[in-house]
């Protein structure tokens, strides 16, 4: 927490930090989720897959309450909105396929969920309500040499939620997705046109939970674009992005 507080990033190993008896077991049920995660509807031809859900973490209880979906065509959608951060989506409300009810009930990613939780730091005003937590499986997968695919953003970028967090599930097979944390000035461009003062650290998140957190105001974050790599078969980048922010009481007056 001190280095997430202190530098506004900080790099982690999960798989060590939270090691209890059936985290293997857990962390192969996530492994096989992410075989079948349908498209991002928003990112035609990107290469890029994904499922969203909503929860709120309760402070006093330290549990998680899964939020309500929406029903369309007889599948359910977790809405998501990241005001004028996302500069591909500036002001949109997005849809995404929800991460089913078993998963969400997974060990491995509720303790994932509290062990962020844990590092986020907040007025003690703000801890009178609950955590919204917004859970993203985001898989970027190349099946020719051609391809690439792309994150959103594809620059360095603020998300508008206080507290990110990013955890591998699998990188198999590929080039790229490289991950960049920088200045809040950088934001808007790529790596390889920013002063290297500029940036913090630029690093490859490769083993399974290795993980990195970041403080909203303090940095601008990015991965690159992965490609196919040399082996045969498919090329794949699984990760789990979670973030968390206040929740929002409306003004009745």
Do not use: C
Not at 28 to 45: I, N, R, T, V
Not at 122 to 150: C, Q, S, T, Y
Not at 192 to 214: A, M, R
């Amino acid at each position: 927490m001190n280095n997430l507080k202190h530098y506004g990033y900080a790099r982690y190993d999960l798989m060590e930090n939270l090691n209890y008896e059936g985290i293997e077991a857990d962390y192969e049920a996530l492994l096989k989720y992410f075989e079948d995660l349908p498209a991002d509807d928003y990112a035609p031809g990107l290469n890029r897959y994904r499922r969203y859900s909503r929860a709120l973490v309760l402070p006093n209880s330290g549990s998680i309450e899964w939020l309500p979906t929406v029903k369309k065509d007889d599948r359910e959608y977790s809405a998501y909105f990241q005001g004028k951060f996302n500069p591909e989506h500036p002001g949109d409300y997005r849809e995404f396929h929800t991460i089913s009810s078993d998963i969400q009930d997974n060990k491995l990613l509720q303790e994932i969920i509290m062990a962020n939780y844990r590092q986020t730091f907040w007025e003690k005003e703000d801890m009178i309500m609950p955590i919204h937590v917004g859970v993203h499986f985001v898989k970027l997968r190349v099946v020719n040499d051609d391809e690439k695919a792309v994150s959103s953003p594809n620059n360095l970028h603020q998300d508008g939620e206080p507290f990110t967090f990013a955890h591998l599930i699998e990188r198999n097979n590929v080039k790229g997705g490289t991950n960049t944390i920088a200045l809040p000035e950088a934001k808007g461009r790529v790596p390889e046109d920013v002063d290297q003062n500029d940036l913090h650290e630029v690093f490859e998140i490769t083993k399974p939970l290795e993980s990195y957190g970041v403080h909203d105001p303090q940095v601008s974050h990015y991965v690159s674009p992965v490609e196919k790599g040399g082996e045969t078969g498919t090329g794949e980048r699984s990760v789990i992005l979670i973030d968390y922010q206040l929740t929002v009481v409306a003004d009745m007056d």
